[in-house]
């Protein structure tokens, strides 16, 4: 049986902990009832199962493990029963890499018995949308540079235009001259899918609403973004993030941020510095949310300096 680590967005593992995990419903197996069937011969016992999937499917073979066998049945109405030894066993369902792998806890299948149950299978992958990624660069005297940028999706919009590669002058102030214009950064957007194991959302934070200015300052600051850094990421981000009451907010850092694009910079820089803030409107107050504050780490502004900003609002299944 193919075993998926489960991780927070999915913390066993969907988006937070507790109260918050109900923000995407975690993959789950639910016993709804467990009684003696006379209808069943004593030398068997059932289990009915109804399969649940964040979009509607049918038509597929869903993989079923006891105790570390496996077998495979076709299902076409979202519902299925199988025979199961009698005795005490651990169960392993699974669809395929879209979904999380479904693992119980070890049940007790008693002679005469059936047991109806829900599977509620979650999406293993997260539809992002990676807004503005802006690169501002920093050298330290006026001179040619060629960026590469290698997506994990596909781009859909880059100013100025990307044609394989940016091929661009760039003075001290961080002034980019291309196409006989100046720019203030790079800019580029992608639609992607990732997989939720690589984000990081054991760790964040619960943030008001009418907080989110001061905290991202805070957190800006803490990171190096100048003054006029900082006021293009606030001003981009923090209109549509206010209008909620509260907020689940974590960021991912320079290599972390690999995850949705590398960025291959000639001549390369003294520091690279990348910042990603993934972030979610959430019900409740998100008290009972378990999360690791993160450490904010500082970037350097020695040499040749490049700083990457980006981010993405996440969705439910």
């Not at 902990?17 to 069937?37: M, T």
């Not at 199961?84 to 119980?104: A, C, M, V, W």
């Not at 919009?157 to 091929?167: M, R």
């Amino acid at each position: 049986m193919k075993h998926l680590t489960f991780l927070l967005f999915f913390i066993t593992n969907t988006i937070f902990a507790h109260d918050l995990i109900k923000e995407i419903k975690p993959p789950s197996f639910h016993i709804l009832s467990n009684r003696h069937d006379k209808t069943i011969s004593k030398e068997k016992a059932f289990l009915d199962l109804n399969i649940l999937t964040p979009h509607e499917i049918n038509n597929f073979d869903l993989r079923y493990g006891i105790d570390g066998t496996e077998d495979t049945i076709h299902v076409d109405s979202n519902f299925i029963s199988l025979e199961i030894p009698i005795g005490k066993h651990r169960l392993d369902f699974y669809i395929n890499n879209q979904y999380y792998e479904i693992s119980t806890q070890i049940i007790d299948f008693k002679p005469c018995h059936r047991i109806i149950a829900e599977l509620h299978f979650s999406l293993a992958k997260q539809q992002l949308i990676v807004k503005k990624p802006v690169i501002y660069l920093y050298p330290k005297q006026k001179q040619s540079i060629e960026v590469n940028l290698d997506v994990r999706g596909e781009l859909t919009f880059t100013y100025p235009e990307y044609n394989n590669k940016w091929d661009i002058t760039v003075d001290p102030s961080g002034t980019i001259y291309a196409n006989e214009q100046s720019y203030n950064y790079l800019f580029w957007e992608s639609d992607q899918t990732i997989e939720f194991s690589a984000l990081p959302f054991k760790e964040g934070f619960i943030v008001k609403g009418d907080s989110v200015v001061s905290f991202l300052e805070n957190h800006l600051s803490s990171f190096g973004f100048t003054p006029k850094e900082q006021a293009d990421f606030i001003t981009y981000w923090a209109p549509n993030m206010c209008k909620n009451s509260n907020l689940y907010i974590c960021f991912m850092f320079n290599d972390a941020c690999n995850t949705f694009a590398t960025l291959n910079i000639t001549p390369k820089p003294n520091e690279l510095a990348r910042f990603y803030m993934l972030w979610k409107p959430v019900s409740g107050d998100g008290s009972n949310a378990q999360l690791i504050p993160q450490q904010i780490p500082k970037m350097s502004r020695k040499g040749f300096t490049v700083l990457e900003w980006g981010g993405a609002k996440l969705t439910s299944d």
